[in-house]
């Protein structure tokens, strides 16, 4: 019998993101495609993780994250969150956000259950669902409003399905799930039995006046709601994979063995300085951080609006999807590579974050970029002049 590869595998492909970045770095371009945030690392963050290096904290840690993070994590999801969390029981740090969302649904999904995804969708969040033989069910958010309706949803709801999630503010659309939505997601997760699980990672990025609201911290459903997030993009520090999850100790157990099983922990130096930037960093720091990203949003929309790839306003994170059915193509793949090809600026085919042909009129372009790299890519998007 020939060896092969698993049937799992058969599903599994190289994100589009990781694709364009690729063929970013053959041109020597400038890469808006992947959210690698290159803003600088704070310095009570770095000089938190160096004091732990210094200081011998090089060990494993207990399976759910050091006590310092635990505490600090559930004293932020109270002030900021709105969220009570037993740091000793309710409180799971892994490898990223990511992470924790693959180790909750191994611990609390069986295969053939189905999960509620809003498209556009985080790619991630579809792959880990379909690594654990868990199928998605889609429901799509109508542009340019990013709207839905308790309809939709029951649309697709069935006796397997078991789960939604809500990435808000979200990662590709910047929609911010607003108080009334979440009301619509939590009845309906009530009446269909349904766990709710979060992405909030950009959670300290909102404009406008917006207001991100924790679907945790609605009563009705904080049993179910096993909230996701993490400092990458806050702290500039993607590369070192700390993200966690709070929910209720009757799912954190598992979802903390899971962890152990899977990642053991996560790095404990880091871990280190991601509490101390979450202790040290006063509101006056997530103040300035999205000030400076809603001028950041401000100038590439300005640019894309001015030239034709009109752009779905984001209201949160720092991506923001447009109109690219002016550029040469027959699908979005072929025009974001045109854009690649002819300006140098990589971005991410819209076909990455639908499951159908949603995306193919939309390309995704990420502002989270030092103010140079960004003018630069800026103008020279502004030389399609279509």
Not at 329 to 343: C, F, I, N, P, V
């Amino acid at each position: 019998m020939a060896l092969t590869l698993s049937k799992r595998a058969d599903g599994i492909v190289q994100a589009e993101i990781r694709v364009m970045t690729i063929e970013c770095e053959k041109v020597g371009g400038i890469n808006l495609a992947q959210g690698v945030c290159d803003v600088g690392v704070p310095q009570p963050v770095a000089r938190g993780a160096r004091a732990a290096i210094n200081d011998g904290i090089n060990s494993y840690t207990r399976y759910d994250g050091l006590t310092e993070l635990r505490k600090a994590i559930a004293g932020k999801m109270k002030a900021f969150n709105k969220i009570d969390a037993d740091p000793e029981t309710e409180v799971t740090v892994s490898a990223g956000s990511t992470g924790v969302f693959y180790c909750a649904c191994l611990a609390l999904l069986d295969p053939g259950d189905e999960v509620i995804l809003f498209e556009p969708y985080y790619g991630y969040h579809l792959n880990t669902i379909l690594a654990v033989d868990v199928v998605p069910k889609y429901v799509s958010l109508s542009l340019p409003d990013l709207g839905f309706t308790t309809e939709d949803l029951e649309r697709v709801v069935t006796s397997k399905t078991k789960g939604i999630m809500v990435c808000t503010p979200a990662n590709p659309s910047g929609k911010v799930f607003n108080e009334a939505e979440l009301k619509v997601i939590a009845n309906f997760a009530i009446k269909h039995d349904l766990f709710v699980f979060t992405d909030e990672i950009y959670e300290y990025f909102t404009y406008d006046g917006t207001t991100h609201i924790s679907p945790g911290s609605i009563p009705e459903i904080a049993d179910r709601t096993i909230t996701i997030s993490g400092y990458s993009k806050a702290f500039s520090i993607t590369g070192w994979r700390i993200g966690y999850s709070v929910c209720r100790k009757q799912w954190a157990d598992m979802i903390g063995y899971v962890n152990d099983l899977v990642y053991v922990c996560a790095p404990a130096p880091l871990q280190m300085g991601v509490a101390a930037g979450i202790l040290e960093l006063k509101p006056a720091y997530y103040e300035q951080l999205c000030g400076e990203f809603k001028r950041k949003r401000d100038r590439i929309c300005s640019t894309l609006k001015q030239i034709g790839l009109n752009p779905i306003i984001p209201r949160g994170a720092y991506y923001v999807l447009a109109d690219a059915s002016s550029l040469p193509g027959t699908d979005s793949k072929e025009r974001a590579m045109y854009l690649l090809e002819r300006t140098g600026v990589a971005s991410v085919p819209g076909k990455a974050f639908y499951h159908g042909e949603g995306g193919e009129n939309l390309v995704r372009f990420c502002f989270a970029k030092e103010d140079p790299v960004l003018d630069e890519a800026c103008r020279r998007i502004e030389t399609l002049r279509l």
